[in-house]
């Protein structure tokens, strides 16, 4: 198995085939009931697949409101007279998915008997933001190059492009952002927008609709204007014959996805305006056509240099309430860079009136690359479902669905780690990062590790032996990198340029907030960012009672100890132990789950293909000697600074820290250029 298929069934070719209806004209139906046909094994009643408002359907009481907008209901009915397994949803694509849920039963165990799935989606965008640059090269991609192959576009459409949009639908995922948020102003020429109306057309069928990164200097660079400046008539009547150019071409364009005055990006600021003066601009150019604006608050630049974790919140919280009905603002899930763990990011629960979309990074640039196995379900539940403390109940998740402040506009993205890998994301476990991205945007309520579980059943088949071990690995994948790499909350340790590999001795680098050295601030003393009141004050930008919690060590959760506080290595933990001692401890134990994981893979060698086995247990091998790296070097430079033993029983590292520091690595993909 080349893992090309993902977790979608192997089809049930050599089994009987189900008996599948299709009612109705449309092409998304024609699919939904081809699926079935092509996956589902023979079955005692007959399958419909038709949409709610079918007239074989009168008398069911299906109306769109208890279905949900795009949501699906799989269920025994009495359809013209026969009992049937009925698939049905209140758009096209609502049916699309309920095919999807009903394989997705199936192939999880699941049978027919009292068959009763029904779910709409919590969230209203459920979109993959393509790190991809018209050249190929994927920015922070390790899975090969971009799945788009712009150059032969419009005219050949690969058909992977199809399956793409299939794996995207199969998870609820509908939309995509085709090109890198460090955007070239090319992408909004002429034949670039023919080559996405080629792409959106093929993904239509499936429900998912396209989005461009729009650089916010293309009326300077394409329209030959002197500025773009947003409060400029022409500028912004330049964006609107660009944006009516777009919708000719694809009339269910999504919008655009900017970023701006952050890492070098023009942007409004560069006029003295705001963001929302730019995303403002943007979205009246889009909203005639029902386009939106996803205008991302991931900015550093030179205003605040005390603490680079503040920036976004001082920025766009004095905003709110000034964007436009079809703006949304997009959140990194921490306030620094999709850290191994970061607390969430205290704009959520700050900007009650601009909906906020969520971003998570789902390939792993921080996380191992391509090669380490860390599940992200955990990480992304952590951040749902952590109480903003601005109201009672009020979480991550119920922001970013809108349910806490009313909006109907919502949503998630993640930043995707497909590429043209034959298995798409560079080994089997990535895949179920795509998986629980889409299964979390869909429902934010869902538990991590029953996303783990249908994943690995449809993954590897439904032998439960095979199934609780993948779990169990994949459930602790996560803390162990946070363990080998920063534990008890340092974070942003990483070489420079490509984040491969260890750097906390980083201090050269020309803007402070680049090297490591800020982040951890050890000294002969102590370690950890002063975030309460006698340093940067970053905990007030948390809601009372979380700024309280956060305000005193003894509150602070011991996984994010050191991002908030400075203290002594010596520091009394809870059990007892030192700070030092505790940190030590925990870089061990990451290295010994990899360890553990690798052996766990090692006994499920009988069960699982050959291919998908031996590439996985290479990986894990890599993932091993990378796990002794981190924690040698690490270790080697913490000694190096605090003049402190290893405690009794740990190891020392294999070399000294200057070996360490030695290590070059030029190629290391995913960098930018
Ligand atoms: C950082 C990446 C950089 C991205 C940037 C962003 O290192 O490549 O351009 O985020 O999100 O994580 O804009």
Redesign the pocket.
Known sequence: DDGYRLWLGEGATTQARSGVEVRGESETLRLAADELRRNLPALSVPVVVARADDAALAGLRLDARSLGSEGYAVRRAQVAGREVLLVTGSVDVGVLYGAFALLRHINSGGDIANIDLASSPQTKLRILNH?DNLDGVV??GYSGQSLWDWWVLPDFKDPRYADYARANASIGINGTVLN???AKADSLTAPYIAKAAALADVFRLYGIRVYLSARFSAPIELGGLKTADPRDPAVAAWWKAKADEIYRAIPDFGGFLV?AN??G?PGPRDYGASHADGANMLAAAVKPHNGIVMW?A?VYADTDPEDRAKQAYTEFKPLDGSFADNVLVQV?NGAI??QPREPFHPLFGAMPRTPLIA?F?ITK??LGFATHLAYLGPLFEEVLDAQTGVRRGETVASVVTGKADGHSLSGMAG?ANIGRDRDWSGGTFNQANWYVFGRMAWDPSLSSEAIAREWAAQTFGNDPVVIDTVVAMMMRSREAVVDYTGPLGLAHLFATGH?YGPGPWVSDLARPEWNPVYYHRADRQGIGFDRTRTGSNAVAQYAPVLARRYADPKTTPPEELLWFHHLPWDYKMPAGNTLWEEMVRRYDRGVAEVDSMRSQWATLRPRIDAERWTKTDAFLGVQQREARWWRDASLAYWMSINGLPLPNGSAAPQHDLEWYRQQSFPFAP???K
């Open positions: 790190w920015e922070r890198n948020v460090n970023k952050s890492e990006q991302r991931f990194k860079d999709f971003e990074q640039e921080y930043v984040h995913g960098n930018p």
